[in-house]
T-cell receptor
Framework: GNSVTQMEGPVTLSEEAFLTINCTYT??????LFWYVQYPGEGLQLLLK?????DKGSNKGFEATYRKETTSFHLEKGSVQVSDSAVYFC?????????????FGSGTQLTVLP | GAGVSQSPRYKVAKRGQDVALRCDPI?????LFWYQQALGQGPEFLTY????????KSGLPSDRFFAERPEGSVSTLKIQRTQQEDSAVYLC????????????FGPGTRLTVL
């Protein structure tokens, strides 16, 4: 079946440190890949996405590249801020009844200290 | 316009009670999804609607779970004879077109079954 494996947290970094959150997936077919973020007290928000191999998604300084050969979609940011503290979810989407239900990883809690 | 809204935000039920959770999607969105998120886990797919048609209900954990979207807008997730294992956050998401990738999530309803 389809699954997403995320780097376990929690992750604690100092402000301006480099961030990597690993994500690998197993899927039949050709999934789209997503990173969602959940800030404290808020709902899930799409952070970035990539729809085919070698695509790079980027937003707010975060980047992730769809690597089909390693079935990975690692999230990176060069310099984190305190405001990046949140839970990050990697997800894949496959067509189901003409729509794309999402399969999520278990989430990685990121805390950035000033 | 407004995002996806859900009500109630919090619900406490005694074991054996029936509950109904409401989702108001973004106006005009064709697709609507329900997910269940256990504590410390990623969301898991429950069911999907395209307009008023329920095209996929493969994720509903038992026949105690029932969802409807009679007029293709507001949706209700009903859980009959609640059990403690039903305690979770129930997320609703909508997307504008049947084949679109981006799902917009509501804040969720936190259900606690005592």
């Amino acid at each position: 079946g389809n699954s997403v494996t995320q780097m376990e947290g929690p992750v604690t970094l100092s402000e301006e440190a480099f961030l990597t959150i690993n994500c690998t997936y197993t899927a039949t077919g050709y999934p789209s890949l997503f990173w969602y973020v959940q800030y404290p007290g808020e709902g899930l928000q799409l952070l970035l996405k990539a729809t085919k191999a070698d695509d790079k998604g980027s937003n707010k300084g975060f980047e992730a590249t769809y690597r089909k050969e390693t079935t990975s979609f690692h999230l990176e940011k060069g310099s984190v801020q305190v405001s990046d503290s949140a839970v990050y979810f990697c997800a894949l989407g496959l067509s189901s009844g003409s729509a794309r239900q999402l399969t999520f990883g278990s989430g990685t809690q990121l805390t950035v200290l000033p | 316009g407004a995002g996806v809204s859900q009500s109630p935000r919090y619900k406490v039920a005694k074991r054996g009670q029936d509950v109904a959770l409401r989702c108001d999607p973004i106006s005009g969105h064709v697709s609507l999804f329900w997910y269940q998120q256990a504590l410390g886990q990623g969301p898991e797919f429950l069911t999907y609607f395209q307009n008023e048609a329920q095209l996929d209900k493969s994720g509903l954990p038992s026949d105690r779970f029932f969802a409807e979207r009679p007029e293709g807008s507001v949706s209700t997730l009903k859980i009959q004879r609640t059990q403690q294992e039903d305690s979770a956050v129930y997320l609703c998401a909508s997307s504008p077109l049947a084949a679109t990738d981006t799902q917009y999530f509501g804040p969720g309803t936190r259900l606690t079954v005592l």
